[in-house]
């Protein structure tokens, strides 16, 4: 079964790389990117032991999501369009794509409207660049400061998509600048535990850079179709 061995190695790199990190192994979360993957491949996953999945399109999430067993904790990881919080609040348990101070506030509505605390991680837009979104890391102190006065948003961490290059050790310096941002944040009521970076091509060195949770579709479910 390719999946059970997909896991098998994706496990065994990331053991090894938390040695590198001096890190024990199980303090890192595996979120299982599931985009173009069909119900039955999660289903499978889940019944391998993956407890963390992550979808980046509400439409094509929703109907996935209402299949599958309700233990399943439920990442959005995509650019979300206002009109569209309210399905992301009544599905998914950590928004990781909190990119915009528009966002931020559409979310602290819905929350407040159901009585939710809505837990997310802010996006950093750690290489500047004009095709991705996320807050630029020069923003994220005065961000989290505003955003830890919101009575129903609760910041847990930071998340980045780095710069793509083919030799993953280039995109280190972004990871490190990264691990920098998360850990000298120091503001009341605001509690860190997330640095959500790593995917297939990188993750290894996200981990020995201070990533705790990684982002994995390929390396699970092989190559997409998109
Ligand atoms: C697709 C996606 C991933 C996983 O990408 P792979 O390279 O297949 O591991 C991780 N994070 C986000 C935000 C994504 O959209």
């Known amino acids: 079964m390719a999946m059970q061995e997909n896991m098998q190695q994706v496990y065994q790199r990331l ?30 996953a889940w019944q391998l032991g993956i407890r963390h999945f992550g979808e980046n399109r509400v439409q094509e999430a929703l109907p996935k999501i209402s299949s599958l067993p309700p233990g399943i904790t439920w990442h959005f990881l995509g650019h979300l369009q206002t009109n569209k919080v309210r399905h992301v609040v009544e599905h998914f348990q950590l928004v990781q794509s909190l990119d915009r101070m528009k966002l931020a506030r559409a979310l602290q509505k819905e929350g407040e409207d159901r009585g939710k605390v809505i837990q997310v991680l802010l996006q950093v837009n750690i290489g500047d660049e004009k095709s991705k979104s996320g807050f630029h890391p020069d923003e994220i102190e005065d961000v989290l400061v505003e955003i830890s006065t919101f009575s129903h948003l609760r ?21 490190r600048k990264m691990n920098g941002l998360f850990r000298q ?11 959500s970076m790593g995917m297939t091509h990188d993750f ?4 020995e850079e201070g990533a705790n949770m990684v982002r994995l579709g390929t390396a699970l479910f092989g190559e997409r179709a998109d």
Request: charged letters at 15%.
């Open 15 to 44: 053991r090894q790389a938390a040695n590198r990190a001096h890190v024990p192994w199980e303090a890192i979360t595996l979120v299982a990117v599931t985009k173009s993957v069909p119900g039955s491949a999660i289903e499978q």
């Open 155 to 175: 910041v847990l961490g930071l998340m980045a998509i780095p710069p793509y290059f083919p030799d993953a050790e280039a995109v280190r310096p972004y990871f």
């Open 185 to 195: 944040i120091c503001i009341p009521n605001v509690q860190m535990e997330y640095l």
């Open 204 to 207: 290894e060195i996200a981990v």
